[in-house]
Nanobody, 126 residues
């Protein structure tokens, strides 16, 4: 069993920065993928970013490329999401997810992840 816990959400003005953190505990193995998704009211869950333990490959959603950076501390199994140049449209609940055997084609799909955190609210004011 794997537990995923996020932290770091809050309120920020447009143009500002926030850093989200996520810790995964339990039997993660060594081939896991960690990701961030977000969901705004009335919208579907959207892929934000992911990082694969093997090779530390990173992937980003189109709407956050160049502004967000995902990083992994594989010794602690924690993943951070540095969010810069935030926009009001980034407002959402952000979820951290862990997949123990996520195939490459499902890196940006919620189906690729079996363990989810409770979510943390990010609000960007204009």
């Amino acid at each position: 069993q794997v537990q995923v816990v996020e932290s770091g959400g809050g309120l920020v003005q447009a143009g500002g920065s926030l850093r989200l953190s996520c810790a995964a505990s339990g039997s993660t193995g060594s081939s896991y993928t960690m990701a961030w998704f977000r969901q705004a009211p009335g919208k579907e869950r959207e892929f934000v970013a992911a990082i694969r333990r093997r090779g530390l490959s990173t992937y980003y959603g189109d709407s956050v490329k160049g502004r967000f950076t995902i990083s992994l501390d594989f010794a602690k199994v924690t993943v951070d999401l540095q969010m810069n140049s935030l926009k009001p449209e980034d407002t959402a609940v952000y979820y951290c997810a862990a997949g123990l055997s996520t195939i490459l084609s499902e890196t940006s799909n919620p189906r690729g992840y079996g363990y989810w955190g409770q979510g943390t609210q990010v609000t960007v004011s204009s």
